[in-house]
């Protein structure tokens, strides 16, 4: 939100954040969907819905089932802000970074196109670009934060 508001447009960058959130969720079901047609592993409705039932890598499927249900957390929460407060809305999109961990890991790992040449650059490119960003991130926020003062120094 911070970063939002260091331009003009802060209110379209958060409302593009939210729509690109929402966009990313519906892609990531429509995945598991499109996976019921696949006669390749031949997933059953429940092997799609719960973690790690899956019959083909167990343990990798489910991180990506895990990521799906807590991407719809994170993306949902932006209809609930204002219930639950801006310090928990934080909090829980902090589980984005978990998503992205699982979700990258799911594809490379379980991914019948990791091999080809698209996949590893589509993966290394996202991996090292949101691992740039988020040291941005931290280095940036430590910069701007003010000196503590404590009482009697």
């Avoid at 690109?20 to 059953?44: C, K, N, P, R």
């Avoid at 991180?63 to 809305?89: C, E, K, P």
């Avoid at 998503?99 to 993966?123: E, K, R």
């Avoid at 991130?137 to 701007?144: F, N």
């Amino acid at each position: 939100r911070k970063a939002a508001r260091l331009w003009r447009g802060g209110p379209a960058a958060s409302a593009l954040h939210e729509h690109a959130s929402l966009l990313g969720w519906a892609f990531a079901v429509l995945h598991a969907l499109v996976l019921l047609a696949d006669s390749y592993i031949g997933y059953t409705l429940p092997q799609i819905l719960i973690p790690f039932a899956s019959s083909f890598m167990p343990l990798w499927v489910g991180f990506g089932q895990v990521a799906l249900y807590a991407m719809a957390l994170v993306t949902f929460s932006f209809y609930v802000r204002r219930w639950i407060g801006a310090r928990t809305w934080r909090m829980l999109h902090f589980l984005s970074f978990a998503v992205f961990v699982l979700a990258l890991g799911h594809g490379v790992v379980t991914g019948t196109d990791t091999s080809t040449i698209w996949a590893t650059l589509m993966y290394a490119g996202t991996g090292l670009s949101v691992l740039a960003m988020t040291i941005y991130r931290v280095v940036a926020t430590r910069r701007t934060r003010p000196a503590v003062v404590t009482a009697g120094a």
